[in-house]
T-cell receptor, first 111, second 117 residues
Framework: ELKVEQNPLFLSMQEGKNYTIYCNYSTTSDRLYWYRQDPGKSLESLFVLLSNGAVKQEGRLMASLDTKARLSTLHITAAVHDLSATYFCAVIRSNDYKLSFGAGTTVTVRA | EAGVTQFPSHSVIEKGQTVTLRCDPISGHDNLYWYRRVMGKEIKFLLHFVKESKQDESGMPNNRFLAERTGGTYSTLKVQPAELEDSGVYFC???????????????FGPGTRLTVT
């Protein structure tokens, strides 16, 4: 069974500072996702990472993937209030049909 | 294009009662999935439909849960009788084709928050 560990589970950020969320997974996977969820809203796909060394950036968020270490990071640069949300990582193997999720990181950005 | 919709958004029921959750996938999406997040833990897979057929229901917790997708369009997930540990957020997702092909994407609904008291 593919297990995904995400940490921290809660992250209180100060505006303007940088932070990282970590996602470890237990066995080889072929695709890693980062999702964002705002309360009462759908999971929004932020990034899809396919290969070792992949790095994607969108605004203040940057995601990277190290398949050898089975580790992905979501780096937040200069946090702002509207980044407050819950962030999930999820992985899938090819020919599988279900995602395996981490427990989520609840981010709160304070002034 | 409308996204995946779920109804209700929130349901509060007493232990022993029955609740039915509904999911309407994106039009044309043959693949429909149910997931659940309990008590702030990871989101866990419950089952997968292709059209009206259950492909995998290995994640269903027990026989108090029954999922249907008559006609291959919307799906319902019934919990009968509900227990306290069933509280959580139930997510539905859909995809046009198999996500394991790494070609198709899975789109999630907003979830139904179920509270059993």
């Amino acid at each position: 069974e593919l297990k995904v560990e995400q940490n921290p589970l809660f992250l209180s950020m100060q505006e303007g500072k940088n932070y990282t969320i970590y996602c470890n997974y237990s066995t080889t996977s072929d695709r890693l996702y980062w999702y964002r969820q705002d309360p009462g809203k759908s999971l929004e796909s932020l990034f899809v990472l396919l290969s070792n060394g992949a790095v994607k950036q969108e605004g203040r968020l940057m995601a990277s993937l190290d398949t050898k270490a089975r580790l992905s990071t979501l780096h937040i640069t200069a946090a702002v209030h509207d980044l407050s949300a819950t962030y999930f990582c999820a992985v899938i193997r090819s020919n599988d049909y279900k995602l395996s999720f981490g427990a989520g990181t609840t981010v709160t950005v304070r002034a | 294009e409308a996204g995946v919709t779920q109804f209700p958004s929130h349901s509060v029921i007493e232990k022993g009662q029955t609740v039915t959750l509904r999911c309407d996938p994106i039009s044309g999406h043959d693949n429909l999935y149910w997931y659940r997040r309990v008590m702030g833990k990871e989101i866990k897979f419950l089952l997968h439909f292709v059209k009206e057929s259950k492909q995998d229901e290995s994640g269903m917790p027990n026989n108090r849960f029954l999922a249907e997708r008559t006609g291959g369009t919307y799906s319902t997930l019934k919990v009968q009788p509900a227990e306290l540990e069933d509280s959580g957020v139930y997510f539905c997702a859909s995809s046009q084709g198999p996500i394991g092909s790494l070609v198709y994407e899975q789109y999630f609904g907003p979830g139904t928050r179920l509270t059993v008291t």
